[in-house]
């Protein structure tokens, strides 16, 4: 079993930054992979950024460009650096987390790109 629990989420203007955190509660660094997912109102989960256990990323065409996902083994944390955020963007975003037992999820979090 992993937990994985997400911060960073919140409230900003169209056009500024976010960075959303995600600690897993055991090593990383041999998990197969761990990304971020978002669903919008109405709409299915959906990817937005991941990066297996050798380093491969992969980015939804929507965000290539403006998002970052990054991780640290040592602290057990993967990153999404969000930039230039729009109106679209606002989603709940998941943490999310690939093993050769399961697949895991974090709670989520609201993100609200808004003015």
């Known amino acids: 079993q992993v937990q994985l629990v997400e911060s960073g989420g919140g409230l900003v203007q169209p056009g500024g930054s976010l960075t959303l955190s995600c600690v897993a509660s055991?090593?990383?660094?041999?998990?197969?992979?761990m990304g971020w997912y978002r669903q919008a109102p109405g709409n299915e989960r959906e990817l937005v950024a991941t990066?297996?256990?050798?380093?491969?990323?992969d980015y939804a065409d929507s965000v290539k460009g403006r998002f970052t996902i990054s991780r640290d083994n040592a602290k057990n944390t993967v990153y999404l650096q969000m930039n230039s955020l729009k109106p679209e963007d606002t989603a709940v975003y998941y943490c999310?987390?690939?093993?050769?037992?399961?697949?895991?999820w974090g709670q989520g979090m609201q993100v609200t790109v808004s003015s």
């Open positions: 999310n987390g690939r093993t050769q037992f399961g697949v895991y």
């Open positions: 055991r090593s990383i660094a041999s998990m197969y992979a």
């Open positions: 990066i297996t256990g050798r380093g491969m990323i």
